[in-house]
């Protein structure tokens, strides 16, 4: 597993634990196609083949979940993750026993699917992004118990991540904001507890229009400023106020139809729910050969 880009170190994410779980989840009690089918002698081989153009995710994945299943089987990786992959493609061939071979198929492949899936989308909307300083960005809008995977593949299509879950950074939205009381009341509430607590996380704070982002700037002591369904030319006049002071983020309502020209608004990241929670999966297919 790659040390720069495993969940394992990105995320609140156990790659072993969930490939057991997900294993245990298909398998129950044996999978008794191939146990009545094929002998337990058995040898095959078989290749991942891609039926769909995209960007491909989920191969290191793959090859964790094939030695998790019988550590005997041989798999040959041609192409790696975050690579561009047409129709025709061959991602890589795994040999062994039979009955493990397709013991691993259906987990190998609703992983990279799925995972293909997002990391394509990203790559589509990084493109579109392409001469601005905007990164695109992931949310909380996840799976739940995939969320590692789901982040992983942001980051092979060429996107960033956003923060990781509840723990890692303070981002007061416009709930918290209404409980609260008020944004100023938000935003010293969670200074002191910061304080309090010993900690130094992040705060981000979502404004719903122009009025807010100004109320914002005046209390100030925050790290970024979210701008939520706002028009192009409400982003325009919040960046220009907000002037470099903090970091900003456009969000809601941005498709491959309008991201652009977002991005040419000069904000520093575009978060899109969609790339985790509103994704096509990307087809591939394990075929014996």
């Known amino acids: 597993m790659s040390k720069s880009l495993s969940p394992e170190r990105l995320y609140n994410f156990n790659i072993q634990n969930f490939i057991i779980s997900a294993l245990a989840e ?9 146990l009545a089918c094929i002998p337990n002698s058995a040898k095959g081989k078989a290749h991942l083949l891609v039926k ?3 960007i491909l995710a989920g191969v290191e994945l793959a090859v964790e979940i094939f030695k998790t299943v019988d550590k005997s089987l041989k798999v040959n990786v041609f192409m790696k993750d975050g690579c561009k992959i047409k129709v025709g493609d061959i991602v890589l061939t795994v040999e062994g026993k039979s009955q493990s071979i397709l013991l ?6 609703n992983c990279m699917q799925r995972m293909s899936g997002i990391a394509t989308k990203t790559n589509q909307l990084v493109t579109l992004c392409k001469g601005t300083k905007t990164k695109v960005i992931d949310t909380r809008k996840t799976s739940p118990n995939l969320r590692g995977l789901e982040k992983w593949a942001v980051l092979l299509g060429g996107g960033a991540n956003h923060r990781i879950g509840l ?4 981002l007061i939205k416009d709930n918290h904001i209404d409980y609260a009381g008020g944004i100023r009341q938000a935003i010293d509430a969670s ?3 910061l304080k309090s607590k010993n900690k130094k996380l992040k705060i981000e704070v979502e404004a719903r229009n122009l009025n807010e982002v100004k109320e914002i700037l005046s209390i100030g002591g925050i790290n970024r400023i979210m701008l939520d369904n706002f028009s192009i030319a409400d982003i325009k006049k919040a960046v220009k106020l907000i002037a470099g002071k903090y970091e900003t983020e456009a969000s809601g309502g941005i498709t491959e139809k309008n991201i652009s020209s977002y991005a040419k608004c000069g904000v520093d990241y575009i978060s899109v729910g969609a790339l985790t929670h509103h994704i096509k999966s990307l087809d591939l297919s394990l075929k014996a050969i």
Request: charged share 35%.
């Open 26 to 34: 298909d398998t129950g009690d044996g999978d008794h196609t191939s």
């Open 52 to 54: 769909e153009n995209g």
């Open 104 to 109: 691993a198929e259906r987990l190998v492949l």
């Open 167 to 170: 723990y890692d950074m303070i």
């Open 191 to 193: 200074k002191k507890y």
